[in-house]
């Protein structure tokens, strides 16, 4: 290809200058060099290196070796970009993979619920849009929208010899009840003092999230928070797994997984990904809707709770993720393959080891469900936090002024130098 660009190069000038009847024989002599169509190779000769018009008050210079982007013809407009930035909105900005499969149900909730009406036409393009013609229409939106963690687990290792390890690639489980657990903590950068933490919990087999807030790291409010989320959870809990935190490796909860029959495992320290399906949920659940700002105080955990009651709704009932179904390397090359993408609660009703008691409740519950009233609930809770949440400088002064002083140290005075200039002398510190 670059070698017909330079043939058109070179012979464009001659041709250009030359007149009908060695214009003829040169276009011969090109189209045999190039195999070009005679009136394309005419074209290309007569027109390289001209200014050519395109449009009013618009030229360009013809060159072969750029090549015009072809402008298709726009199928998506604003009447559907339109519907599709507000689903998007609603359902905390997913990207077009999980969003595709999430519009059917989203747009069947608005419109029972007399959130969003549409015009034939424009719905059935909303249903027909793929994941690709998704992300290209919101990609400007995504622009305009841009976070940091630090870990403070601290290592509880009396019984870490009673609680085997497990690893990723060990969770094999395909039934619902076997939860990840962790801790976020809401320290605003600051480790000192008191400050809120939140529970995160995972099912590895249906995705279905959970989060509860306590007031610190506590294993009294850690326990009570997961004794909360194993009655919230629509199917029995089984077993948990968690890092290697104080929190979790205590006497009261492993005394409680025993009495129960629950399976307690353990992540390797200083490996996160063994907790990956929490670890995950970290950040698209807890660290989206709340932020890194530093929380302190039951007034902070009641409203982060709140919070936590609507989000869980919008996520386990709204939003499909995708769960790896296998992973091959080819060389260089690591190629993933997924399940298609489902919401937790379509897992959840799925699942054959679910009571069809606990399916039926979690089908009335959905009929409820109005995900743009859990949009607007989710916005003013978040308001209402960004008012709770604490400066960190201020924590960090009071606990300066809570440490008391020593007592001062006398210093020999500064005495004046010959050119009046105060000399400096070290300080001299009385015993």
């Known amino acids: 290809m670059e070698s017909r660009r330079e043939l058109v190069r070179h012979h464009a000038g001659a041709y250009q200058r030359a007149g009908k009847g060695q214009k003829s024989r040169l276009l011969g002599v090109f189209v045999e060099a190039t195999g070009y169509n005679r009136v394309y190779a005419a074209r290309l000769l007569r027109l390289q290196g001209r200014r050519v018009w395109v449009g009013p008050g618009v030229a360009v210079v013809a060159d ?12 998506y407009g604003p009447e559907v970009l339109a519907p599709l930035k507000r689903i998007w909105k609603m359902l905390d900005y997913p990207c077009g993979k999980r969003l595709a ?13 007399g959130e969003l009406q549409l015009k034939g036409p424009v719905r059935e393009k909303l249903l027909q849009i793929s994941a690709a013609s998704i992300d290209r229409l919101l990609a400007p939106e995504k622009r305009k929208r841009a976070a940091r963690a630090k870990s403070r687990t601290k290592p509880g290792s009396l019984l870490k010899s009673q609680i085997p390890i497990r690893t990723f690639a060990e969770w094999d489980e395909n039934a619902a009840g076997f939860l990840e657990i962790d801790l976020v903590a809401h320290d605003g950068g600051c480790a000192q003092g ?4 939140t529970l995160d919990a995972t099912d590895v087999c249906t995705g279905w999230a959970e989060q509860r807030a306590v007031l610190n790291k506590a294993q009294r409010w850690v326990f009570e928070a997961l004794q909360d989320i194993a009655g919230a959870l629509p199917f029995p809990l089984r077993g948990i797994d968690s890092d290697n935190g104080s929190e979790f490796i205590n006497h009261h909860l492993l005394s409680y997984c025993q009495e129960h029959q629950l399976s307690f495992t353990r992540s390797r320290p200083y490996r996160k990904n063994d907790g990956c399906h929490v670890e995950q949920k970290n950040y698209s659940v807890v660290r989206r809707a709340v932020g890194y700002q530093r929380f302190v105080g039951q007034e902070a955990v009641e409203t982060l709770n709140r919070l936590y009651e609507q989000v869980a709704l919008r996520h386990n009932f709204f939003l499909p993720s995708l769960k790896l179904r296998e992973k091959q390397r080819q060389g260089s090359r690591v190629l993933k393959r997924y399940d298609p993408p489902q919401t937790p609660y379509q897992r959840v009703l799925e699942s054959p080891q679910v009571d069809r008691a606990d399916k039926r409740r979690l089908r009335r519950r959905y009929r409820t469900l109005n995900p743009a009233a859990l949009d607007r609930q989710i916005r003013a809770l978040q308001q209402r936090l960004g008012r709770l949440a604490r400066p960190v400088g201020a924590d ?8 008391p002083k020593p007592p001062g140290l006398p210093l020999k005075p500064v005495t004046q130098a010959p050119n009046g200039a105060p000399k400096r002398q070290h300080a001299q510190i009385h015993f």
């Open 194 to 197: 008191d400050f809120v933490q």
């Open 64 to 75: 072969v070796g750029v090549r015009a982007r072809r402008q298709g013809r726009k199928r």
């Open 396 to 403: 960090r002064q009071a606990l300066a002024r809570s440490v």
């Open 101 to 113: 499969p999430a519009l059917a149900a989203a747009l069947e909730a608005l419109e029972r619920h």
